[in-house]
């Protein structure tokens, strides 16, 4: 409880970045994904995209990094929605029988592996948010595999 939406939006009305976070539905704590979410994606990641991303999303070969510089010069100014319509339609190349859950859910990961914050309110097909107002390009410091990841 406790949402404190008035002075978090008055700082960014005043800053004048209010529209871009209105219109990215970032919630009062700033996040687009939830923690579950961004770890039940690490998972589907590992399983569905790693063999030809890497798994710490570096790249590799012809598939590119999905964090860094590179990765926000490309996806930056576009939104969450329309990572999820190009993952979701097009990766991995060969097609997936994963649902469109699972898809956020890699989703969240990739933008937790580019320094998003992780918040109250799960990602959705129409979260909408611009990728630069969520997301650094930056890898947290201590987010590689961190729970305990039960070796298959
Ligand atoms: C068989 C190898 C392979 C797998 C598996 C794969 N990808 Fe890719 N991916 C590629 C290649 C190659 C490209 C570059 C060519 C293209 O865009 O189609 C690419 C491009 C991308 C891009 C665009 C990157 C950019 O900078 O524009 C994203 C995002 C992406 N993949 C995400 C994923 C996700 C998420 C998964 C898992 C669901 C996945 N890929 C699985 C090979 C793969």
Redesign the pocket.
Same mark, same amino acid.
């Given at each position: 409880m406790g949402i404190n939406l008035t002075g978090g939006l008055a700082v960014f009305l005043v800053s004048g970045l209010g529209g871009i976070w209105l219109a990215g539905q970032a919630t009062a704590d700033g996040g687009v994904f939830t923690a579950a979410q961004a770890e039940a994606g690490r998972k589907?990641?590992q399983a569905?995209?790693a #063999?030809?991303?890497a798994g710490d999303l570096g790249g590799r070969d012809? $598939?590119?990094a999905?964090t860094g510089d $590179?990765?926000m010069a490309?996806?930056g100014a576009r939104t969450t929605t329309e990572?999820f319509d190009?993952?979701r339609t097009?990766?991995?190349?060969?097609g #997936?029988s994963?649902t469109p859950d699972e898809?956020l859910a890699?989703v969240a990961h990739?933008l937790g592996q580019n320094g998003g914050k992780a918040g109250s309110s799960p990602l959705t097909a129409t979260t909408g948010a611009t990728i630069n107002a969520v997301a650094t390009g930056k890898r947290p410091p201590s987010a590689l595999d961190v729970p305990m990841m039960a070796r298959r």
């Open positions: 589907a990641y569905q995209c #063999s030809c991303h012809d $598939a590119p999905l $590179a990765f490309t996806w990572l190009f993952v097009t990766m991995p190349p060969e #997936s994963m898809y890699i990739m």
